[in-house]
């Protein structure tokens, strides 16, 4: 489960920043470049990405008591 989140994570954040770039047209050679919609789908992907990453991480770490 852990690795998967990692993977599906790290995958989507990497996409992100692809459509990010190529939406604000840094990025040319598709039908998305220079198109804003993709690069605020690719902003989302990123974000959603980084979640995915953030919850692999938490997965199975013991939690520290105040004590």
């Known amino acids: 489960m852990k690795l998967t ?3 599906l994570g790290g995958l989507l954040a990497l996409f992100g920043v692809i459509w ?3 939406g604000v047209n840094i990025l040319p050679g598709s039908f998305m470049t220079g198109q804003i919609k993709w690069a605020i ?3 989302i992907a990123l974000v959603v990405g980084i979640v995915l990453i ?3 991480r ?3 770490k013991p939690r520290r008591t105040g004590t």
């Open 5 to 7: 989140l990692y993977i």
């Open 20 to 22: 990010i770039l190529q």
């Open 41 to 43: 789908y690719g902003a």
């Open 54 to 56: 953030v919850a692999a």
């Open 58 to 60: 938490r997965i199975d």
